[in-house]
């Protein structure tokens, strides 16, 4: 509601200050061309919020009252009712022109900016008739067929430079929700290929937790032969505990499963839309970091359309690590090549690189060189589970010489992994 009334108290003082920007083409005719109209047809056209009747009522009472005042105050021995009849006409021009604008439901049009043009000219042309009518009844003024002419010649004029003018606006209201939606669209593609590794390892402890349940239930049944009883019931007791986690886990991933399949999002997209999401959501994660890195893109070779998800999981995790190697300002490489049936990533980074000794480690369970403020280390899975999720895949992931001036990791997948539907 204060969105509305806001709206009605500007177009209310804006109409009458543009009227008054005007000049006269016919001399002695009483035709006046204004910034009025344009102004008032653009806030129609603009704001969604306001009712074009109750616009037009009012922006004809605020013109109406606006002209006599400022006529008092130019030239004070005029009557005031001399005044009311001389300016009262205006506001049946401004009625009239919101009737029409809303009798032809131009707020509807926007796909159709032609259109809108042509409904415009015919809604001032209307208008203004009925303003001139109005005003030859009340003046005893006469026009000619040359006043109507000139008529429409400003009204196509007007009509369309406010079209330009609004369309201009729409185009970049357009490039900024679309701006908007990108970035959505790429955070939710980031957290879906987070989803997607969680449910790879997920899927990876189902299948351990089947294995651990066939086995703990035949030591139960060897252990039930030798008349092992106690022992047996224990064996019984975790075979069961097992499968009760099984259950669980699989209820967890067709949870899971369930929710990314109702994301509208491609699966398969690009390498070169896929490299675009990684490198501006890594640089926002370095400026985050209070970091300024280089990114530096290079795709080789024909590629077709890859899985989304399982690339920006695997690539997304070592940029994600050369954003954190790198102290305050550096660079970091990606390319992505093309050799036959294989697609070879690398990833390479100015940063603090890997010591020697850390170099056989960084792939194992539990290995990690990263700790908080309070000294707690991180759990060290990154890289393990990248290697798994990678070997599962038919690839592999290794470290090239790592230096303190650069640091490069390269995996290798098989293109047919990368591109099978279903």
């Not at 899985?307 to 695997?314: D, E, N, P, Q, Y």
């Not at 480690?361 to 759990?379: C, P, R, W, Y």
Request: charged letters at 20%; a neutral charge.
């Amino acid at each position: 509601m204060r969105g509305k009334l806001l709206t009605y108290l500007f177009i209310m003082i804006a109409v009458p200050i543009g009227g008054e920007l005007k000049f006269y083409p016919l001399e002695g005719e009483g035709l006046r061309v204004s910034l009025g109209t344009p102004i008032f047809f653009f806030i129609l056209l603009w704001s969604r919020k306001i009712h074009p009747l109750i616009a037009g009522v009012t922006t004809g009472v605020s013109v109406v009252l606006f002209r006599i005042c400022l006529y008092k105050l130019q030239f004070g021995a005029i009557a005031w009712n001399d005044l009311f009849w001389m300016h009262f006409p205006a506001f049946f021009y401004y009625l009239t022109f919101a009737f029409f604008f809303y009798l032809f439901k131009i707020h509807s049009l926007y796909d159709r900016p032609l259109l809108i043009g042509v409904y415009g000219v015919v809604t001032e042309v209307i208008a203004s008739i009925v303003e001139i009518s109005v005003r030859n009844l009340s003046l005893q003024v006469t026009n000619t067929i040359s006043t109507f002419l000139t008529i429409g010649g400003i009204a196509i004029i007007r009509s369309f430079f406010v079209l330009g003018f609004f369309n201009i606006l729409i185009v970049r209201e357009t490039k900024l929700a679309e701006e908007e939606q990108r970035k959505r669209n790429e955070k939710i593609l980031l957290l879906i290929s987070n989803l997607y590794v969680e449910m790879l390892q997920l899927k990876k402890t189902l299948k351990n937790a089947e294995e651990l349940t066939g086995s703990c239930y035949s030591l139960y049944r060897e252990l039930k032969a030798i008349s092992q009883r106690e022992m047996a019931r224990t064996a019984l007791k975790i075979a069961g505990e097992m499968h009760e986690i099984k259950k669980d886990n699989q209820r967890i991933y067709a949870g899971l499963s369930k929710l990314m399949t109702k994301e509208n999002l491609d699966d398969y997209m690009d390498i070169n839309e896929i490299a675009d999401v990684l490198v501006r959501a890594n640089r926002t994660y370095g400026e985050m970091l209070g970091k300024t890195i280089d990114f530096q893109v290079y795709i080789y070779g024909n590629h077709p359309y890859y899985h989304t998800f399982k690339l920006l999981t695997f690539i997304n995790n070592l940029l994600a690590n050369a954003v954190e190697a790198i102290e305050a300002k550096g660079w970091i490489k990606l390319s992505v090549t093309r050799d036959e049936d294989l697609v070879e990533i690398r990833v390479s980074d100015n940063g603090s690189g890997i010591s020697e000794k850390n170099k056989p480690l960084i792939f194992e369970a539990g290995f990690t060189t990263k700790f908080d403020d309070l000294g707690i280390a991180s759990n060290g899975i990154g890289l393990y589970y990248l290697k798994n999720n990678i070997e599962d895949l038919g690839g592999k992931i290794s470290l090239l010489d790592s230096t303190p001036r650069e640091t490069t990791f390269v995996v290798e997948l098989p293109i047919d992994a990368l591109t099978e539907r279903g």
